[in-house]
């Protein structure tokens, strides 16, 4: 009766494997790491840029998202600027109004920046413009220079760039406190 499967069996079993069975394995084993290898390379290029892609459009939303709350919770208006916009709120809910300005150099490629006290943060990095627009109780434009205390509505764009990549927010923005 013969067995169903063949075991292989060496004819001697202290022979080994010759020289050229090792060459074949390993470069079989050379080539599989090489294929591995390159799909990572690729995928890790892919993620990287798509983790670019959604920078520019996680910088912009969160910045739109923080000013929303701030401006919202604002009382008055210090400066009102086409770059700047300086205003008190109580950010930190403590019961008093800290003095917040949101502001752009100007300068391509300059970062968008919270002032806060001392306190400088970058909201947006790449920005290629920003503009404040600013209108009154009757929801008519203020032309510059503008009067802070007049000031009902803020107008806010955004426009950032990173390598191939351009997005622009257009937000507005009422004051509750004023």
């Given at each position: 009766?013969?067995?169903?499967?063949?075991?292989?069996?060496?004819?001697?079993?202290?022979?080994?494997?010759?020289?050229?069975?090792?060459?074949?394995?390993?470069?079989?084993?050379?080539?599989?790491?090489?294929a591995i290898t390159v799909t990572f390379v690729v995928g890790l290029r892919a993620?990287?840029?798509?983790?670019?892609?959604?920078?520019?459009?996680?910088?912009?939303?969160?910045?739109l998202r923080l000013m929303s709350e701030e401006i919202r919770q604002s009382t008055?208006?210090?400066?009102?600027?086409?770059?700047?916009?300086?205003?008190?709120?109580?950010?930190?809910?403590?019961?008093?109004?800290?003095?917040?300005?949101?502001?752009?150099?100007?300068?391509?490629?300059?970062?968008?920046?919270?002032?806060?006290?001392?306190?400088?943060?970058?909201?947006?990095?790449?920005?290629?413009?920003?503009?404040?627009?600013?209108?009154?109780?009757?929801?008519?434009?203020?032309?510059?220079?503008?009067?802070?205390?007049?000031?009902?509505?803020?107008?806010?764009?955004?426009?950032?760039?990173?390598?191939?990549?351009?997005?622009?927010?257009?937000?507005?923005?009422?004051?509750?406190?004023?």
């Amino acid at each position: 009766m013969l067995p169903m499967f063949r075991i292989f069996k060496l004819k001697n079993p202290e022979d080994g494997l010759t020289l050229i069975e090792l060459i074949i394995v390993t470069a079989l084993i050379s080539i599989l790491v090489g294929a591995i290898t390159v799909t990572f390379v690729v995928g890790l290029r892919a993620w990287d840029v798509a983790m670019l892609r959604g920078g520019v459009k996680k910088d912009a939303s969160y910045s739109l998202r923080l000013m929303s709350e701030e401006i919202r919770q604002s009382t008055s208006v210090t400066t009102a600027n086409q770059n700047d916009f300086t205003f008190k709120a109580d950010s930190d809910a403590d019961g008093l109004d800290e003095t917040i300005t949101y502001s752009w150099s100007g300068v391509v490629g300059e970062d968008f920046n919270r002032i806060q006290g001392a306190t400088t943060i970058a909201l947006a990095r790449d920005t290629q413009s920003v503009q404040f627009k600013y209108y009154d109780a009757g929801n008519n434009l203020l032309s510059p220079p503008v009067t802070a205390s007049s000031v009902r509505l803020v107008e806010f764009t955004l426009q950032l760039k990173k390598e191939d990549e351009s997005i622009q927010y257009t937000s507005k923005f009422r004051p509750r406190g004023i």
